[in-house]
């Protein structure tokens, strides 16, 4: 049983955990190759093109594996469009200019607040999906981590904290904690991988129309530069094509548990790929108590089980 779960679902949660992670030293790492600067409309094309062809890639996998490409019905279209417009498109403009004016260490750290979002919001807007002493307890602790990490700044370590870095990584984390929420009942009855390559199309197509209208362009060109976003959009789409599939085939609470992964891959790698200090007691602190308040928040279920 142990080998069972070992091989289907952590391991499997382990790769997810680990793209996820790596996406925030590659998305800096973007910035350089591709030229870019302070130019919003840059980074908006930038991303745009990432997550239009990854859901593009979704949606070629979920044909493969069903042999039919399927298209919402007009009742599953208002859900799915607004999953791609906060998920995706509200997410990543903030997502991607944030991250260009914080660490990739304070940014993977930051994005993790979108569990902690994604609870209280359900806590107003479901009855089943109420807080408890668990959830509390792990919001806290989560809110405490990334409190530390940020107003480490202040002292001037990393440089301030600014409303255009920070402060965009925050709404980057609400607009997805929002979309976690949103997907609960967004086009019910349809494929998770279905809805999922839809959202990301669409959501990814106006971020790159939006570039493109603001002058948006890619200053400098290079295989390389090509090769690091095909990585992203290979991650995007092998994510989360994993990750549904580990949805519908595990309890969410099993399977969400190892989001607390993602933070820890991504200051690591911030911290080999990109060359920041990781390994300060503030950044450890920070960490812990962020992946404690995460485990917490997704085990209730997992005791009440036991």
């Known amino acids: 049983m142990k080998q069972k779960n070992l091989i289907g ?4 949660a382990l790769l997810c955990t680990l793209l996820w992670g790596s996406a925030f030293p590659a998305v800096k790492s973007g ?5 870019i600067g302070d130019e919003a409309a840059c980074k908006l094309f930038f991303a745009g093109w990432r997550f239009m062809l990854a859901g593009v890639a979704v949606l070629v996998i979920s044909v493969i594996t069903s042999r039919k490409l399927v298209v919402p019905t007009r009742a599953q279209w208002p859900g ?3 999953l791609g417009l906060v998920q995706t498109t509200v997410q990543y403009v903030f997502f991607y200019i944030g991250l260009s004016h914080t660490t990739g260490v304070k940014g993977s750290v930051i994005s993790a607040m979108a569990t902690f979002f994604a609870v209280g919001i359900s806590h107003c807007l479901f009855a089943d999906d109420r807080l408890n002493m668990p959830k509390a307890m792990g919001c ?12 480490s700044s202040l002292d001037g370590l990393s440089g301030g904290v600014s409303l255009t870095g920070e402060g965009f990584m925050f709404l980057a984390a609400a607009a997805s904690g929002s979309g976690a ?19 990301l199309t669409i959501g990814g197509a106006v971020l790159l129309l939006a570039g493109i209208v603001g002058g948006g362009h890619f200053q400098t060109v290079s295989p390389q530069a090509f090769c690091l976003l095909g990585y992203l959009i290979f991650l995007s789409a092998a994510a989360f094509t ?3 599939w580990l949805l519908k085939r ?10 607390f992964l993602v933070p820890v891959f991504g200051s690591l790698m911030s911290g080999v790929v990109l060359g920041e200090t990781v390994f300060t007691v503030r950044n450890m602190l920070s960490l812990l108590l962020v992946c404690a308040g995460i485990v917490l928040v997704n085990r209730k279920k997992e005791q009440k089980q036991g």
């Open 31 to 35: 910035y350089a190759l591709f030229g």
């Open 140 to 151: 806290v602790l989560g809110f405490a981590g990334v409190l530390i990490i940020t107003l």
């Open 242 to 244: 994993v990750w549904t």
């Open 9 to 12: 679902l952590t391991l499997p």
């Open 181 to 199: 929420v949103i997907s609960k009942f967004a086009a019910k009855g349809q494929s998770p991988m279905v809805v999922t390559g839809w959202q």
């Open 250 to 259: 595990y309890p969410v609470g099993k399977v969400s548990v190892y989001n």
């Open 80 to 82: 799915i469009l607004l």
